[in-house]
């Protein structure tokens, strides 16, 4: 099974900065990485697919890259919603295990 | 509005049973694969299975394997997680998920929360 480490487990930003966070797996993913966005009490929400698609509705300030085992999510200028938990997941082996999460918090 | 809506679940015994159900609208049911994740309480996301369009390929993960089966009703929008054998550690929230086309899951439904406990 592949492992999927998110660095770091916590980020403090102030609103208004760029927040960047990491994804690594364990071995190549090829370009099949997801990223999503989960607030408490709320279901995950896609952000990014194939490592830098952004999904419908996603706002320009989210942006992804990455391939293989290295993979950056990036948020511009956070915004008071963006303070939340982002998981990375990998979907190029079965089975398709997410990253243990990185909680973005207000600096 | 593409939504799905899960539900079925509950509080049952260590060694029990529960169905769970998500209901699909808003789009093409039966053109997607369709899976199933969880998250204990405090913890990460856990893929659980997921289930081919036509409904007759199914993927487990190991942890389950055995003791769950999904299933599902193209003419009823309908996807179903049959979970047996039911263990402490199985208390968590349950969603299911559609995957787009690359993989990736794309719609989620607001969870349904399964506690296992005496």
């Known amino acids: 099974e592949i492992l999927m480490t998110q660095s770091p487990a916590t980020l403090s930003v102030s609103p208004g900065e760029r927040a960047t966070l990491s994804c690594r797996a364990s071995?190549?993913?090829?370009?099949?990485l997801a990223w999503y966005q989960q607030k408490p009490g709320q279901a995950p929400r896609l952000l990014i697919y194939?490592?830098?698609t952004r999904a419908t509705g996603i706002p320009a300030r989210f942006s992804g890259s990455g391939s293989g085992t290295e993979f950056i999510l990036t948020i511009s200028s956070l915004q008071s919603e963006d303070f939340a938990v982002y998981y990375c997941?990998?979907?190029?082996?079965?089975?398709?295990?997410f990253g243990q999460g990185t909680k973005v918090e207000i600096k | 509005e593409v939504q799905l809506v899960e539900s079925g679940g509950g509080l049952v015994q260590p060694g029990g049973s529960l169905r769970l159900s998500c209901a699909a609208s808003?789009?093409?049911?039966?053109?997607?694969?369709m899976s199933w994740v969880r998250q204990a309480p405090g913890k990460g996301l856990e893929w659980l299975a997921n289930?081919?369009?036509?409904?007759?390929?199914?993927y487990y993960v190991d942890s389950v394997k055995g003791r769950f089966t999904t299933s599902r009703d193209n003419a009823k929008n309908s996807l179903y997680l049959q979970m047996n054998s039911l263990r402490a550690e199985d208390t968590a929230v349950y969603y299911c998920?559609?995957?787009?086309?690359?993989?990736?899951?794309?719609?989620w439904g607001q969870g349904t929360m399964v506690t296992v406990s005496s």
């Open positions: 998920a559609r995957q787009n086309w690359g993989g990736a899951s794309d719609i």
């Open positions: 808003g789009f093409t049911f039966s053109s997607y694969w």
């Open positions: 289930i081919k369009d036509e409904g007759r390929e199914k």
């Open positions: 071995q190549s993913v090829s370009s099949n």
């Open positions: 194939g490592a830098s």
């Open positions: 997941q990998q979907y190029n082996h079965w089975p398709p295990v």
